[in-house]
């Protein structure tokens, strides 16, 4: 995708949305779900890390209570769950059967759907130390006591 139509997309409508919830609801919590490798710097090479760093950075300085960004790397679908995209669905089927194994060799970068909703909703109510969590950190505000 050229970037000014995923800047359109990414960018754009994210802060078209962050910036009328601001306006009527500035107590809330803003919660946007990102990727592992943004680029917050917004001067990296990769043109999509560019754009999420970005859109980041903009967010966290609409004046939300709290503006959180996630940054999970691989996220596993819990049972039941199926994409609408052909080849995801295929690529899902494949690793699946692999997801112990990639978890155990790589656990900072992977997560589960059910875990990103968890952490989400905790998060939301709860808070967490820092602005960006990474799939570790997702895993662990997804188990947070209350």
């Given at each position: 995708?050229?970037?000014?139509?995923?800047?359109?997309i990414t960018y754009d409508f994210t802060l078209a949305a962050a910036r009328s919830l601001v306006k009527v609801c500035p107590g809330m919590t803003f919660i946007?779900?990102?990727g592992t490798g943004t680029d917050s710097t917004e001067r990296g090479r990769v043109m999509w890390a560019r754009v999420k760093g970005a859109t980041e950075n903009a967010l966290q300085a609409l004046g939300f209570r709290a503006t959180y960004s996630f940054r999970p790397g691989y996220i596993q679908p819990m049972?039941?769950?199926k994409s609408r995209t052909g080849w995801y669905r295929a690529m899902y089927a494949v690793i699946a059967p692999l997801y112990p194994i990639v978890k155990?060799?790589?656990?900072?970068?992977v997560t589960t759907?059910?875990?990103m909703g968890r952490a989400m909703i905790n998060v939301a109510?709860?808070?967490w130390p820092n602005p960006v969590l990474e799939s570790s950190d997702i895993n662990?505000?997804?188990?947070?006591q209350f």
């Open positions: 995708m050229a970037e000014d139509a995923y800047r359109r946007y779900v990102s049972p039941g769950i155990a060799l790589a656990p900072r970068y759907t059910e875990a109510m709860k808070g662990a505000a997804a188990i947070m």
